[in-house]
């Protein structure tokens, strides 16, 4: 797969960068699709759709540092997660109901807890930009305060606010919402 992205970049120095950058960061993008999509192939899916991206504008990325292109990077594959989610709906697949040891699972609960998911999920995707970039670069992505300020070109206490007024958001719906 490696080889389609460096087919679009002519450089052999910007193709070493990109294979670096592809090797630090396409575990971290998966597993962060996969937490949208849950589904091992649409999540590969987002990877590739979001390094070939990657690949097409390397050239605008020539001297930003790595934590800003990590940051592009997680961005781009939560925007092509969504797209693929968005596309194939809102499902509740049979992988979602466990039986384990002969024991029916408790399946109200499985759907509540998918229910609460798919509503936090709509409400970040819905969040202003601003917000929605911290807290999926936070939670999602495991990032310090430091990393995220950095990556995106503000200071620390502007994170900390963003967080905040964020959470406070995410928490405000839930309740309306009954959560």
């Known amino acids: 797969m490696l080889t389609v992205y460096l087919s679009l970049i002519d450089d052999d120095q910007d193709k070493k960068t990109f294979e670096q ?5 396409k575990d971290m993008m998966y597993h962060y699709a996969y937490k949208i999509l849950k589904d091992v192939s649409s999540a590969e899916d987002a990877v590739h759709d979001a390094f070939l991206s990657f690949a097409r504008h390397f050239k605008k990325f020539e001297k930003t540092d790595h934590d800003r292109i ?3 990077l997680m961005i781009t594959v939560r925007n ?17 109901v466990y039986f384990d040891s002969g024991q029916i699972a408790d399946i109200s609960t499985d759907i509540e807890n998918h229910e609460l998911e798919f509503r936090l999920f709509q409400m970040i995707k819905n969040l202003d930009r601003k917000y929605g970039d911290v807290i999926i670069l936070k939670y999602y992505c495991g990032m310090r305060d430091r990393e995220i ?3 995106l ?27």
């Open 70 to 72: 990590r940051s592009y």
């Open 80 to 96: 092509a997660a969504f797209k693929i989610y968005n596309r194939h709906g809102k499902e509740i697949s049979t992988e979602d």
């Open 149 to 151: 300020a950095d990556s």
């Open 153 to 179: 070109g503000i200071s620390r206490d502007n994170v900390k606010i963003r967080l905040y007024r964020a959470r406070n958001i995410l928490k405000q719906k839930l309740k309306e919402d009954g959560f």
């Open 21 to 25: 950058m592809y090797l630090d960061n």
